[in-house]
């Protein structure tokens, strides 16, 4: 590697590291699990048994199972009555009971129409169970082996599942809601499948667990069809480790992090372009609304997303590699294709600020809406990438979103613990988002979003359809008709300066400590109070102070420099006022820029007579200021790895320092004019020799 591309590599690592705050905080509130491998891969999508269950699940209140069926068709009422005469004689009162039955591969478990709250399995541990040695997650729960598991099955988890193979759970009501498992907030999950491959899920709902209701960890084939899961303080449905998964006609909601959340999904992928063999996990014909995001997956691998609604969170979907301990990072090839992204507006960072989520889950209100917030993120956004390669964004109907549409930004390597130079810019590149309709729903009505497109501008590879309506940067690489071509790519090893105090600034976000970070639009605020607009404005009154007070000691009499000096202010002015639009994306930030260029360039061409060298720094800085508004509203440069904005500030500062020399130097007459500084007096001989 040359000198100057390790420059240029470690400059761009430190910037980044401004960049890395935005995650840091959330990172010890992330979802930590033992150590996991990912699948071999030698497993296989199950596919639903339909012949009589082994096992039956069932409560004994006959006059309450009868209430309970007696809206059902005839035949699914017939049947279940039968079952349910069955289940009086052999069946089992509680789930658990029925899992730790199974003795074999492939049997089926059928649960009744009834609520289940596991009595047996919700007590807190006692005995040895209770001083169970195990390192503790930043949450405060500890990080049980699997070991720790088998031998405590029910210190976090109402039903576990562990180690059965192709076991199938069926509900036998007519909706999903007829078989309720609830945790009632006594449990981390409601329920846990672990090494379990072969897994299949149906018809029923879990619910008001402290982590989340439906988790698979480490298997290699699930399904998960037609369930739903609500009310628990991270996620609805997650699976981790695992491969061979299908999500089908699900449900979630009402999940401080995420709905769906498929982390870590077998990196089958790695290494390879758009056009892959498999995918590792497919969900579709799902539903994921008024969580903190609908979809969530660090290292959510090869997983594709299609034909599911999104609606009514605080972020539609989210991907990333942002947090420490997850297999197959860096994310890579998730495909996104015909889902509805919708609306996805809702402000739940209020329930932090007023303290309802500081109170035990039970007493929150989860039932009535309330969801608690986990991690820091850009509320009314569309899709988030963050830290992510090789995905495909095609064919989805995104609308309605009060920020963005796209929200794409890199996370350096060493946030998820690899300290390798070559690593730290290895995310956001080749995201490819094409053919999508943005701005208007399925019946062609418009529902604009606030900007289709927020992009650092860190990575290289990344394109974006022709028709996206006005974003930042304006100019932005377009996609080719084909998967791999990009017109006017670049790669960027750092994103925009000021973006990235934005994402520092926004990453003091702690929900147990009711943190929320002032000077940050994500919580709320506006105006002169975020931090876009304090740094333009604090900007802008050095420059104009230092640049008015250089004319009118030492320029004042010339036309060209008074001009320039006009040209500038007006351009700081509609700088600070495009800092208070960012949400509304607007060609003032690029009119502002060539101003500003155009200020420097003709106040070095008046200050040539006088400060060659001080002129030529000048104009070099007016050069870079048009430079970097040509980058930002006409078309991305591809060749160069930082952006203009990182030069123009480190010349801009050197500038300010060298401007107030040469104003407060003094004037005298002589050769080269009015700036030419007094010289240094000298003791005069006295006249006639000595005294």
């Not at 590291?17 to 699948?39: C, I, K, W, Y």
């Not at 739940?348 to 500081?358: F, K, S």
């Not at 919580?523 to 802008?540: D, N, P, S």
Request: charged share 15%; glycine share 10%; proline share 7%.
């Amino acid at each position: 590697m040359s000198w100057t591309r390790r420059f240029v590599l470690a400059l761009s690592v430190v910037l980044a590291a401004l960049a890395a705050a935005l995650f840091a905080a959330p990172a010890a509130q992330a979802h930590e699990e033992r150590p996991v491998t990912l699948p071999d891969g030698s497993g296989s999508v199950p596919v639903r048994r339909t012949g009589e269950p082994d096992l039956l699940v069932c409560k004994t209140d006959r006059a309450d199972f009868a209430r309970r069926v007696a809206g059902f068709p005839a035949a699914l009422k017939t049947r279940n009555l039968v079952l349910f005469e069955r289940c009086a004689r052999q069946g089992y009162r509680h789930l658990q009971q029925a899992v730790d039955a199974v003795d074999r591969p492939g049997m089926t478990i059928a649960i009744l129409p009834g609520l289940y709250e596991e009595e047996p399995s919700l007590p807190a541990p006692t005995g040895a169970c209770a001083a169970l040695k195990a390192p503790r997650s930043a949450l405060g729960y500890q990080i049980l082996s699997y070991a720790q598991q088998k031998q405590c099955p029910h210190n976090q988890n109402l039903v576990a599942i562990l180690g059965k193979k192709n076991l199938q759970i069926e509900g036998t009501g007519a909706s999903r809601l007829d078989v309720v498992i609830d945790a009632k907030y006594a449990k981390l999950n409601a329920l846990r499948a672990d090494t379990s491959d072969g897994i299949y899920f149906r018809n029923f709902t879990a619910q008001r667990t402290t982590f989340n209701s439906l988790y698979v960890l480490a298997g290699d084939g699930f399904v998960i069809d037609d369930v739903l899961t609500r009310w628990n303080d991270e996620y609805g449905f997650l699976t981790f480790a695992s491969d061979h998964g299908l999500y089908k006609n699900c449900e979630s909601y009402g999940n401080g992090d995420s709905g769906i959340y498929p982390g870590s999904a077998s990196n089958i992928n790695d290494g390879r372009g758009y056009d892959v063999p498999r995918h590792s996990i497919e969900i579709t014909g799902c539903r994921s609304h008024h969580n903190m995001v609908g979809y969530s997956g660090t290292a959510g691998d090869s997983v594709y997303v299609h034909d599911n609604e999104f609606d009514h969170n605080m972020g539609g979907a989210s991907m990333d590699s942002a947090f420490p301990g997850h297999p197959g990072l860096p994310q890579n090839h998730a495909r996104f294709e015909r889902n509805l992204i919708h609306d996805n507006n809702q402000n739940y960072y209020r329930h932090v600020a007023d303290g309802t989520c500081a109170k035990p889950p039970v007493e929150r209100g989860y039932e009535e809406g309330v969801v608690c917030p986990q991690i820091s993120m850009p509320p009314g956004t569309g899709i988030i990438t963050a830290g992510g390669n090789w995905n495909l964004y095609e064919n989805n109907w995104i609308y309605g979103q009060q920020r963005a549409a796209f929200f794409l930004s890199a996370v350096p390597a060493f946030i998820r613990g690899e300290s390798a130079w070559g690593k730290q810019t290895d995310t956001s590149h080749h995201n490819r988002y094409a053919g999508n309709h943005l701005g208007t729903d399925r019946a062609g009505n418009p529902r604009p979003n606030r900007t289709d497109v927020w992009w650092d501008g860190q990575g290289g590879g990344n394109c974006w359809q022709s028709d996206a309506g006005a974003g930042t940067p304006y100019a932005r690489p377009a996609c080719g008709p084909r998967w791999g071509e990009v017109s006017g790519g670049t790669r960027r090893l750092a994103g925009e300066p000021v973006k990235l105090a934005q994402l520092l600034v926004c990453a003091d976000y702690n929900v147990q400590a009711r943190r929320l970070p002032a000077g940050c639009d994500w919580y709320g605020a506006r105006g002169i109070h975020r931090v876009e607009t304090q740094l333009a404005l604090g900007a802008a009154a050095v420059l104009a102070l230092v640049g008015t007070t250089l004319w009118r000691r030492r320029l004042r009499g010339s036309r060209l420099a008074a001009t320039a000096t006009v040209l500038g202010l007006l351009g700081l002015a509609l700088d600070v006022t495009a800092s208070t639009l960012s949400l509304t994306p607007t060609p003032l930030p690029g009119l502002a820029l060539l101003l500003t260029g155009l200020w420097w360039t003709l106040l070095g061409v008046a200050l040539r007579p006088h400060r060659r060298v001080f002129a030529g720094t000048t104009i070099a800085l007016g050069v870079l200021t048009l430079l970097d508004a040509f980058d930002k509203t006409v078309l991305m440069i591809p060749w160069i790895p930082l952006s203009p904005a990182w030069v123009r500030g480190l010349v801009g500062a050197v500038w300010v320092l060298w401007a107030v020399i040469v104003a407060g130097a003094r004037r005298t007459p002589g050769p080269s004019g009015p700036l030419t500084p007094a010289p240094t007096p000298t003791p005069s001989a006295p006249v006639g020799g000595a005294a």
